[in-house]
């Protein structure tokens, strides 16, 4: 089982819509989770990190839940620079990230 | 949020050659540095990790004398791929961390541009 896992989708969306991106992990000694954006050829970049509590940042909100080892990304209001690969990350203090492999996300007009 | 860098951003080479990567903080110190490589539409994939003034640590499957990892200063760590060949062409990514950086108990991760390295 992958460390790490999520829908690659594509998931293609109008703009204006309100796309939901899912990842779990199987490491329950897991201590932080991150959402990060990767455009095409870049690299990745943190989009927000995750708390137990949720949190929200303009359009994005992301959810934990440590029982179930499930993280969430809501995107609302999607714009047509959204459009990227949103990977799910986690990783305990000090050591190294474990990527998902991402899902891909393209907003048309 | 700290700044990464990284030099070359693009590196040709011809197969049998070595190339050197940087990675550096600009303004933080890096206790720790990541080294990592990512195939076209794959996932980042952990090579190394660098403690400064230590050995690096190597992922499975990952030769320690290809891949020479140095990491003298709290603000530089180096990737050398010895005897390149063509399937070393990847795009290597370096992320570094350090106490403090998020103003809180969090680690969080900030990655270099990538070098994008290409063994013909």
């Known amino acids: 089982r992958k460390e790490v896992e999520q829908d690659p989708g594509p998931f293609n969306v109008p703009e204006g819509a309100t796309v939901a991106f899912n990842c779990t992990y199987s490491?329950?000694?897991?201590?932080?989770f991150f959402w990060y954006r990767q455009d095409c050829r870049k690299e990745p970049k943190l989009l927000m990190s995750v708390y137990s509590s949720g949190n929200e940042d303009g359009r994005f909100t992301a959810q934990l839940n440590r029982a179930s080892q499930y993280i969430s990304l809501l995107i609302r209001d999607s714009k047509l620079s959204d459009s990227a690969t949103y990977l799910c990350v986690v990783n305990q203090a000090g050591t190294a990230l474990i990527f998902g492999k991402g899902t891909t996300l393209s907003v048309s007009s | 949020g700290a700044v990464v860098s990284q030099h070359p951003s693009r590196v040709i080479c011809k197969s049998g050659t070595s190339v050197k990567i940087e990675c550096r903080s600009l303004d933080f110190q890096a206790t720790t540095m990541f080294w990592y490589r990512q195939f076209p539409k794959q996932s980042l994939m952990l090579m190394a990790t660098?403690?400064?003034?230590?050995?690096?640590?190597?992922e499975q499957g990952v030769e320690k004398d290809k891949f020479l990892i140095n990491h003298a200063s709290l603000t530089l760590s180096t990737l050398t791929v010895t005897s390149a060949h063509p399937e070393d062409s990847s795009f290597y990514i370096c992320?570094?961390?350090?106490?403090?950086?998020?103003?809180?108990?969090?680690?969080?991760?900030?990655f270099g541009p990538g070098t994008r390295l290409t063994v013909t």
């Open positions: 660098s403690n400064e003034g230590s050995k690096a640590t190597y």
């Open positions: 490491n329950s000694a897991s201590q932080s």
């Open positions: 992320s570094a961390t350090g106490w403090g950086l998020a103003g809180g108990g969090s680690y969080e991760q900030y």
